[in-house]
Structure formats: C-alpha cells, structure tokens
C-alpha cells in the first residue's frame, strides 16, 4: 500500500494523533484530544468514503463513551444520548470500551466494540449507535468469568475477511470465543491454552487469560495469541492451540513450568502471514522487559523460531510495560511498526523492526497505538 | 410545586448550554431522583455524566442537597423542599 502513515495513539490522558512523515522517522503530533481522559481504543474506518476516527474514551468522573471524528480529530461529535450504553435489562453499566473494529468492505457500516464488563456490541451506522451482542451475553460461560488486573474485559476482536459470520473475541479472564453465524451463537475455543493460575495442569475449557490475538488473512487458519503466560498458535481457526514462545526469554533463572514469554500485545506482519512479532516482559510478577533491555522479537516463520529487534531501542536501565492494544503495524511497503510505552514514548520502525526511533517522548501512559495508511 | 436551583461545576454547566446555575419547578414531593430524571429528558448529555445507565449516581460524582451528600442521606430517594439549592460536583478523586 501507498500513501502516508496515520497513527492514533490512546493515552491514560488523552489521546493524540500522529502524522509521521514519509520516512516515518519524524512525527508531528496533534493532540491532546479528550484532554484528562483515558482513550483505551481507537480505530480509523476508511471504508465507504470515509475518514472517521472513532476513539472510546472514559472519564473517570463522568463515565466511558464512543466519540468520533470526520475530520481526522478537528472536530469530535459524542451524541447527547451516548452512542454505547447496555439495554436496561442487564442491570449492567458500561465501564470502559477497551476495542473498536470496523467490519470488512462487505459490510461498510457495521463496527463492533469490545467493552468491560466483558461484551461485544455491534453497530450498523458506522459507529454513531451501537446494540449488545445478546449472543455472547448470554453465554452460559460469562457468569463464571473473572476479572483480569485491567478489569473483566473483552479487549480483542479478530474478523473473518472472507466470511462476516466468523469473529473471533478474546475476554480477560474468560478466553477466546467464536461464533461462525454471526454473533447468535458462540464457542470457547480454548484447547492447549495452559493456566498455570488454576490448580488442574489440563488447559480448562474456558478462563484463560488471553492478552491478544492477531490473524493473517492470507493465511486465514492461522491464528496468534499472547496469553498471561506463553505464545500460542493456532493452524485451525482457533480449535487447537500450541505454545510457540519457549525459545523467548523471561526472567532467569526460569520462574518455574510456565509457557514463554509473559507479555501483551502481539502482532502479524500486514503482508506476511508467517511473520509476528511479540515484546516478551519478564514475568507476571516483573512487567518490565527482560534483563532492563527493550527489545522487540520477530519470528519469520510462524513462531518457530524467534530474533531479538533492538538497533535503536533503549538497551539500559529500561523497565517498559508495552501494554495489550499499544504495538501494531502500518499497512505501507515495508511495513512500519509502532508501539507505545507506559513511560509514554512512542518508538516507530520503517524497516520490519530491523531498525527503530524514538518518535514522541513524554506522552501519558500509552494504551493504545493504531496505525493505518492515508 | 417544588422549586429548585442546581448548581453545576464549570465542566457540567458546559453541557447545560453553558448555565452554571438552572431554575426548575418539580413536582410536589420530589426526591433527587425526579430531578436526575428530569435532567435526562432535557439535556441528556449532562445527564448521562452524573448517572450510569443504571440510573446510578457515578462514583466519582457529588450530589450535595443544600449541605448534604445524597450518598449520607437517602440517595436518589433524598426528598427536595422547595427552594432548596442542589448543587453538582465531580468529587476530588484523581491521583496521577
């Protein structure tokens, strides 16, 4: 893909945006917008036309809300009513919209939204209205999930390209659901996931607590997953998973039989569906990367075997937290990369994470870092 | 006829048009909750940032009937005099 990068960078206060120039080295940043906010979630729709930011921001005095912008954050519209909120019959309240994912081009207006507590919400006007997915509400699962340390939150939604009745949801802590008509039904889909928290060493069913997950659609069996404990992959839709990450590091000596590496966010190449990328932190208990060293691991063959990326990432002294939604790349040729930190700097890489540079320093506390091309 | 004046902090009264202070006649015998309510048919926008959709007053949000928080009282059920002054704040919650 051509044109120029665009990146939405969601912080604990505000949320900025970021136009990096065509070497994508240098960065102009706009913000910050919802000033005092936490944006977890933020999404560019550019189907049918449009340029729309849609950003779910939460004040922690006045509550969360879906706001979006048609003029790349000129201007925000959050509707008097709020576009998001649950049907008086859950005797639920919306806390955090932790996910926003357009649907495909064969669908231009339809947007799903991820939200603590967990559920997934639909919308069919491009964002401005959404309903409760009743399906996965009413799961017989959902009572017995548990929260997670960022709340109880279904925080990742991976479509289908080829078929809008397949999505994919990740829930902390309930694992990953799919459903394959359209949201009416759904499946835990959670076999090989170990849970080194529960007392049974035999994966359960459901309750795992997947951090990401991230899918190719040019190779549309595969699936990837970051779990609290271990990389996984999937080469069935989800039906089985294997632990990919053992060659990775974390804390040594070893904290014990637990999968490799701990960490959050993971990563598909936009054009390489054997190429994923991971930022291992040392354990559960040290959220930090390893040994004091920034370093992003890329593997080439899907996650078989794993390199270490850091020319141009802080190698001393640094303790970074790259949390769940805050790493992604730019659909550009070659690929860029982007992840934000909890000491809110923003590093940017223009060559696959063969080489990186620091982009915007001193933000808030990164949460989210979505990047896209214009 | 209860006749009430709500105090709004500067980032609520941006939501009511601006007006730091509004004048409203209630019902005889109204609670806060009538009030809230009637926030919410006519600007939903600040309504919404005081209750969550479960009707509940937010937790980093004060409801002060004359003195008194609604939450040392009988919340939502607090009863309105006439020309009693409510007045709504964000609480001092924050930390970094």
């Known amino acids: 893909m051509t044109g120029h990068a665009i990146v939405l960078v969601g912080t604990t206060k505000g949320a900025f945006v970021l136009r990096p120039d065509a070497s994508r080295t240098e960065v102009n940043i706009d913000g910050p917008h919802f000033a005092g906010d936490e944006v977890y979630s933020m999404a560019l729709d550019t189907r049918a036309g449009r340029q729309r930011i849609l950003a779910g921001r939460l004040s922690m005095h006045f509550g969360p809300g879906i706001a979006w912008s048609d003029d790349l954050g000129a201007n925000w519209i959050d509707p008097p009513e709020g576009a998001i909120a649950f049907p008086p019959d859950t005797d639920a309240a919306l806390q955090r919209v932790w996910q926003i994912e357009p649907a495909g081009d064969g669908e231009p207006d339809v947007i799903y939204a991820g939200v603590e507590p967990a559920a997934l919400f639909r919308s069919t006007d491009a964002g401005e209205s959404f309903d409760l997915v009743r399906g996965l509400w009413d799961h017989p699962h959902r009572p017995l999930w548990n929260p997670g340390g960022g709340g109880l939150c279904l925080h990742t939604i991976v479509r289908d390209h080829a078929d809008p009745q397949t999505v994919w949801t990740a829930i902390s802590s309930g694992g990953v659901y799919r459903t394959t008509d359209g949201g009416e039904t759904w499946e835990a889909r959670n076999r090989g996931i170990r849970t080194p928290f529960a007392p049974d060493p035999e994966p359960p069913e459901y309750g795992q607590c997947v951090h990401k997950m991230a899918r190719h659609p040019g190779r549309p069996e595969r699936l990837y997953l970051q779990h609290h404990w271990g990389t996984y992959r999937s080469d069935d839709r989800g039906d089985t998973w294997v632990s990919v990450g053992e060659s990775m590091p974390a804390d040594a000596p070893p904290v014990g039989s637990e999968p490799r590496p701990f960490g959050f966010p993971i990563v598909v190449h936009p054009h390489d569906p054997d190429t994923v990328y991971v930022i291992p932190l040392s354990s559960d208990m040290h959220r930090w990367t390893v040994d004091g060293r920034c370093r992003v691991f890329r593997s080439r063959d899907g996650g078989d075997t794993w390199e270490g990326l850091s020319d141009g990432l802080p190698q001393e002294h640094a303790y970074l937290t790259v949390l769940r939604d805050a790493f992604c790349a730019d659909p550009l040729e070659p690929a860029g990369l982007w992840f934000g930190t909890r000491t809110g700097d923003v590093f940017a890489s223009a060559d696959e994470g063969d080489t990186w540079q620091s982009v915007a320093r001193h933000l808030p506390p990164v949460v989210c870092v979505k990047a896209y091309a214009l | ?96």
């Open chain 2, 1 to 96: 006829m209860t006749h009430v004046r709500v105090r709004l902090a500067p980032v609520l009264a941006a939501l009511a048009g601006g007006e730091p202070r509004l004048d409203l006649d209630l019902e005889g015998g109204a609670t806060v909750g009538d009030l809230l309510a009637f926030l919410g048919d006519g600007l939903p926008a600040l309504a919404r940032r005081v209750r969550d959709e479960r009707g509940e007053v937010r937790r980093h949000v004060n409801v002060f009937v004359g003195p008194d928080n609604i939450r040392d009282r009988d919340g939502l059920a607090t009863p309105l005099s006439d020309g009693v002054e409510v007045t709504i704040l964000p609480a001092i919650s924050g930390g970094g």
